[in-house]
């Protein structure tokens, strides 16, 4: 009966999941009416660390202490129930079944431990100055990849294949449904990212373990399945055993997604059941089912759970055993991760070339919030955020920074903020965020076609949509190549009204270093030489506008 409800409950929330990952991939919309950040404001995993690392819950992320809640009563339902990449991950384990020996035991192993060090080091890490959740937490690892790693070819696949068929006799059909998914789902342009391989290898990665042992990233490795796990095992719910029903068949064991240990009696694990139903399902003697009973709270800390290093063969419920030298030193490596990160020169002083979005704060400010969702990039309608690797220090690995080479940052568009799920970057209203300074452009002049080689362009002035714009064209006198004396206009760019959006970057016509490029010099609230913010404040031409 369970496993009978749960099959299509679990489809619900990944096509739920899917559906609201397609809401965000910058269709063009000023604003997103679905509540596109719920899977990660119900996460307790990213809950808990931004609130250890910054001492507040942004948004709605209090939600997530309805999961905990909810598990303190249900158990690891959320892993069996809710979690996209659980269920991707149990669909690939069913494709590989077939390949699996005809029946192998299934019960705990001890690599299951794992899991709960690496959330003691994400803790860890969080309380000591290094938000690690988003490499790890299995909702940011799904979004980031799916956007950075799948989205960008299957779009491309998907346009491909319109035109491909537009052409061909079947055109009459599906150009109508092409224009649907143009106007509802895809996004303006096609989107590319930094870094889309990778992504996409470490997904495959995760779920390919599948093909090994069954669920292998949530039994093994997942720190929000350990968080969860560690609910569980003092939470109100029991697997009832008949021991006299039992024929010790094992093939309770044989189904189990989470390795349990229904089989056991008395040996059941709390902490690893997903309350898949699987096990009540199988028992042809019925002797196996769910219910409630007083919480446990005593197992927080039995007496020799800190000396326990090898799995419990005679525990009456399912514990925890992780050895202590273990989890000290997981603890001990997250701890010391974030001294280290603080103390590299790059955090910092990130390279003047890493523009982060717009309000996103002090580098600093914008590292303790920043869970790497990818929810950012995958809202930009300019596509210019991307994922950075290591150019400005491990701690800030995955999070997003604007690239002018492969986008920029549309001048009216506040969609970052309105999905950042922890407050990394502020939600924006629209005349706020077109004065938010996140860089300023500089012309280089011995690339700009005007000053170099005395030929014509404005391809930058154009497309400045600053008002008044920031770049303007000023009449100089220059000598061409054949000695004559020619008139020529040259960009220039006033440091008051500029705004660094990139787009003159990314629209310059000179191959390679675009002629003129973005620092990330000036940002609003950075203070020092080029702070324009004062005149920022009322910038020309809009003085009679503030007033009213
Ligand atoms: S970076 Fe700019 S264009 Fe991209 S989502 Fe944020 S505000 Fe919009
Ligand atoms: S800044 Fe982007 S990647 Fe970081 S938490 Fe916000 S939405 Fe996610
Ligand atoms: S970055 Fe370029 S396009 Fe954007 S406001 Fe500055 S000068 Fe204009």
Redesign the pocket.
């Known amino acids: 009966m369970l496993r009978k409800i749960r099959i299509p409950v679990q489809l619900g929330f990944l096509l739920l999941f899917l559906y609201l990952l397609i809401r965000t991939l910058g269709t063009g919309e000023d604003s997103l009416g679905s509540p596109v950040r719920i899977f990660?404001e119900i996460d307790p995993l990213v809950g808990l660390t931004t609130w250890l690392r910054t001492g507040a819950l942004h948004g709605l992320l209090a939600l997530s202490g309805i999961t905990i809640l909810l598990s303190f009563l249900l158990g690891r339902f959320f892993c069996g129930w809710v979690c996209p990449l659980g269920t991707l991950s149990q669909i690939t384990a069913r494709i590989a079944r077939p390949r699996r020996e005809e029946r192998t035991s299934d019960s705990w192993r001890p690599s299951q431990r794992w899991k709960y060090l690496v959330l003691g080091a994400v803790v860890a890490g969080s309380l000591a100055g290094s938000l690690w959740t988003?490499l790890l937490d299995p909702l940011?690892l799904l979004i980031?990849s799916l956007t950075v790693g799948f989205a960008p070819p299957l779009e491309r696949i998907l346009r491909g294949g319109a035109a491909l068929l537009a052409s061909g006799p079947l055109g009459t059909l599906s150009e109508p449904a092409y224009r649907w998914l143009r106007d509802n789902t895809l996004a303006p342009r096609a989107p590319s990212y930094e870094q889309s391989a990778l992504m996409a290898s470490i997904l495959l990665l995760l779920l390919a373990l599948s093909w090994v042992r069954r669920r292998f990233w949530c039994r093994v490795l997942c720190p929000l399945g350990a968080l969860l796990g560690a609910v569980a095992r003092v939470g109100t719910l029991r697997l009832r055993q008949s021991e006299s029903a039992c024929s010790g068949c094992t093939l309770c064991t044989f189904h189990c997604q989470g390795a349990a240990d229904p089989d056991r009696m008395g040996g059941w694990r709390p902490s690893e059941c997903f309350v898949c139903g699987n096990c009540t399902a199988s028992c042809a003697r019925e002797g196996l089912s769910f219910g409630f009973g007083r919480p446990r709270l005593s197992a927080i800390f039995p007496s020799d759970w800190v000396r326990r290093t090898k799995p419990a063969t005679t525990a009456t419920i399912g514990g925890i055993e992780v050895g202590r030298r273990r989890l000290l030193i997981a603890i001990g490596i997250g701890a010391i991760s974030g001294p280290i990160g603080r103390a590299s020169p790059s955090r910092g002083q990130p390279p003047a070339s890493l523009i982060r979005?717009p309000g996103?704060g002090t580098e600093y400010e914008?590292l303790d919030?920043?869970?790497?969702?990818?929810?950012?990039?995958k809202v930009c309608p300019g596509n210019g955020?991307h994922?950075i690797a290591l150019e400005a220090g491990p701690l800030a690995l995955?999070?997003?920074a604007l690239r002018f080479a492969h986008g920029y940052c549309e001048y009216h568009c506040t969609l970052?903020g309105q999905?950042?799920?922890?407050?990394?970057?502020p939600l924006l209203s629209q005349r706020e965020k077109e004065r938010t300074v996140v860089g300023l452009a500089y012309v280089d002049v011995p690339l700009c076609l005007p000053y170099a080689y005395a030929t014509p362009c404005i391809v930058c002035e154009e497309h400045c949509p600053t008002s008044p714009k920031a770049i303007t064209l000023v009449e100089a006198e220059v000598r061409g190549f054949d000695g004559a004396q020619k008139s020529v206009r040259q960009p220039r760019v006033d440091p008051h009204l500029c705004v660094g959006c990139g787009i003159c970057e990314y629209r310059c016509p000179v191959e390679g270093d675009a002629a003129i490029r973005v620092y990330a010099t000036g940002r609003t609230g950075e203070g020092g030489p080029f702070d324009f913010s004062l005149s920022r404040a009322a910038p020309r031409g809009r003085e009679t506008e503030e007033i009213a």
């Open positions: 990660l988003g940011c980031r979005p996103a914008f919030k920043c869970v790497r969702c990818g929810e950012c990039m955020l994922p995955w999070t997003p970052c999905v950042c799920p922890t407050g990394a970057i």
